[in-house]
């Protein structure tokens, strides 16, 4: 269920690439024991390990090291503005959509009492910062819906890892108990559309 680890499985399946995976459990703490944290010393999902042993973590940095190997079908864009707006939109949909669900649900997650912030221990879990993010679910809906309204996709009229990013928030954001507005059409016209791609049922 964890939303960045599903970009990237998204990603390389959009690109038709079958790459050997590791399931890490995050929320029995795997990713904060010895093991993993000798992997990347950020105890972050997901990780990318190259034959030689390297890590690429975060999935944008993983998606882009991807796409620059496998450039077709061009989910970063094919021209320099297209690349600008697909990391614009991307990142939108990570800091109005997907942390928003993350403040939601994390701090209302018993079991992360003392994990308030992925990848570390020993913060608690703030309750007061799950109505900030419930409020910032339902902005992030409205400003959506304004997006998809001039355009198929979010990035333009081409699909990308912007449309990646949003499906997953939307999907990661049915644990808070929220989901797209039923007047909000451009949004539910376009969810129908891209959860339906065969990528994407990962």
């Not at 975060?58 to 989910?75: G, Q, R, T």
């Not at 309750?127 to 819906?145: A, D, M, V």
Request: proline share 6%; glycine share 8%; net charge negative.
């Amino acid at each position: 269920m964890a939303p960045n680890p599903r970009r990237a499985r998204i990603f390389f399946k959009e690109k038709g690439l079958d790459i050997p995976s590791i399931e890490v459990d995050l929320f029995g703490g795997e990713n904060l024991k010895e093991d993993y944290l000798s992997k990347t010393i950020w105890g972050l999902c997901p990780a990318l390990e190259l034959d030689d042993g390297t890590i690429i973590s975060e999935a944008p940095a993983i998606c882009s090291y991807i796409n620059d190997l496998h450039p077709e079908p061009p989910l970063l864009g094919t021209t320099p503005l297209e690349r600008a707006q697909v990391i614009s939109c991307d990142r939108h949909m990570e800091n109005s959509g997907m942390q928003s669900v993350i403040y939601a649900f994390r701090n209302g997650y018993k079991d992360f009492a003392l994990r308030g912030v992925g990848g570390r221990e020993g913060d608690k879990i703030i309750p007061e910062l799950i109505e900030r993010g419930r409020n910032g679910i339902k902005i992030f809906f409205k400003r959506l819906e304004k997006q998809l309204s001039n355009a198929e996709y979010i990035a333009g009229n081409f699909y990308s890892m912007a449309d990646i990013t949003g499906l997953v928030v939307i999907d990661f954001a049915k644990f808070a108990e929220f989901s797209i507005p039923s007047n909000n059409i451009n949004t539910l016209k376009w969810y129908e559309k891209v959860a339906s791609r065969p990528g994407t049922q990962v």
